[in-house]
């Protein structure tokens, strides 16, 4: 039976202002990645496609990545091409990685065609000799060349985003995990909304304030430029979402940020 629609979630890696693809032999050139399969999530999908086409060592991509909020998405105008996707539509989620020159990517799945990765010129992103669809080098154009210098992205409410935007808000409160501290003062990152994803903009790191805990971190700046009145409002918001003995085991930072378009 034929889908409505199907879902892939691709990565796009970075270096150098270059960016990885795949090779099919003779019959062009695609993203990194596959289809998502029943009960997964985007990121885990992009985690077994990964291991499957190259390998363990490539999952070292998924350490600090860029979500594009906007997906590139179709419909097959052709009934024999839908049949054989097995959907009449299909969304394709991406994600951007910058690496390092130390991360070797080679195509290692068994397959009866000829692939191999290789790295080209983001201009061939939209290059019609490259990029043969239209709509694609389209999407690449609006959606992913003008955010590849983008190390990370981060989701944030309506009303977050909107006195982000107006400037009402100058600090991201997270956890400060590992995915955090791999973040620099200089970085650039998206920044999108989450109930409307295609309102995103690109936000600059000024400065990361590390503290042991929120009380300890607003001793240090004033609380009102995270977005939150007091102490106790933040707490029961944060507390929606995470314990508080979770919250009071992990160290926090608060990024000061600003847009910069």
Known sequence: MIK??????????????RVALLKYGKNGYGPIGGRVDDGE????????????????????????????????SFKHTNPQRAEKRGALAEEHHYFISHETNDLDLRFCEQRDE??????????????????????MR???????????????????RHNYFKMITSGHKDIELRAYDEKRKKIKIGDKFLLFNAEIPDEYIICEVLDMHIAQNF?????????????FANLDELINTVTKFVSREKLA???VVGMEIKPVR
């Open 4 to 17: 409505e629609k199907s879902y892939s979630a691709y990565i796009l890696p970075v270096f150098n202002n």
């Open 41 to 72: 999530d985007f990121k885990s999908a992009l985690r077994r496609e990964l291991t499957e086409e190259l390998g363990e060592q490539s999952l070292k991509m998924l350490g600090l990545i860029t979500e594009v909020p906007t997906p590139y």
């Open 114 to 135: 000829n692939i191999s990765v290789v790295w080209l010129n983001v201009s061939d992103l939209i290059n019609p000799n490259i990029i043969q669809i239209d709509s």
């Open 138 to 156: 389209e999407f690449f154009a609006k959606h992913i060349i003008p955010n590849l210098r983008c190390r990370f992205s981060i989701s944030v």
């Open 215 to 227: 009380e300890s971190l607003f001793n240090k700046i004033d609380i009102k430029r995270s977005g």
């Open 249 to 251: 085991s992990e160290p």
